[in-house]
């Protein structure tokens, strides 16, 4: 029986305020989304739905002092480095995609009954 193993360092804020930007990588290196939380690893959990989380096969962690510090360098990665999967700060924000549609569907549908009732 194959097994996998999946070893990372475990990380977390030393001192109150650090935020962590994440990146998730394919098994060829390619980068598939950038995301920040002072929480990472629970962060990560609300992505396990998400159609690219089976590609994901490695993970790089980086800390800064403050949240503000944290998305300046999440934004400039994404302009920068062009993750495959993050929608927001890029060209494509605003576009309805796999892990977009559900939310696209269910605003639409709270946006004509706000017009149903009016």
Same mark, same amino acid.
């Given at each position: 029986m194959?097994q $996998?193993?999946i070893?990372?360092?475990v990380? #977390?804020?030393?001192?109150p305020g650090?935020?962590? =930007?994440?990146?998730?990588?394919?098994?060829?290196? !390619?980068?598939?989304? =950038?995301?920040?939380?002072n929480?990472?690893i629970? !962060? @990560?959990?609300?992505?396990?739905e998400?159609? @690219? @989380? *089976?590609?994901a096969?490695?993970?790089?962690?980086? @800390?800064y002092?403050t949240g503000?510090?944290? /998305?300046?360098?999440?934004m400039? /990665?994404i302009r920068?480095?062009?993750?495959?999967?993050? %929608?927001?700060c890029?060209p $494509?924000h +605003?576009?309805?995609?796999?892990? +977009? =549609? #559900?939310?696209?569907?269910a !605003?639409e /549908?709270? *946006?004509?009954? /706000? %017009?149903?009732?009016?």
């Amino acid at each position: 029986m194959a097994q $996998r193993i999946i070893r990372g360092q475990v990380a #977390r804020p030393i001192e109150p305020g650090e935020t962590a =930007v994440y990146r998730f990588f394919d098994s060829d290196g !390619r980068l598939l989304y =950038v995301g920040m939380s002072n929480q990472p690893i629970r !962060r @990560w959990y609300s992505h396990t739905e998400r159609p @690219w @989380w *089976r590609c994901a096969s490695m993970y790089e962690i980086t @800390w800064y002092d403050t949240g503000e510090d944290a /998305a300046a360098a999440e934004m400039l /990665a994404i302009r920068s480095e062009n993750p495959l999967h993050n %929608i927001h700060c890029t060209p $494509r924000h +605003g576009e309805v995609t796999g892990c +977009g =549609v #559900r939310a696209a569907l269910a !605003r639409e /549908a709270a *946006r004509q009954a /706000a %017009i149903a009732q009016n």
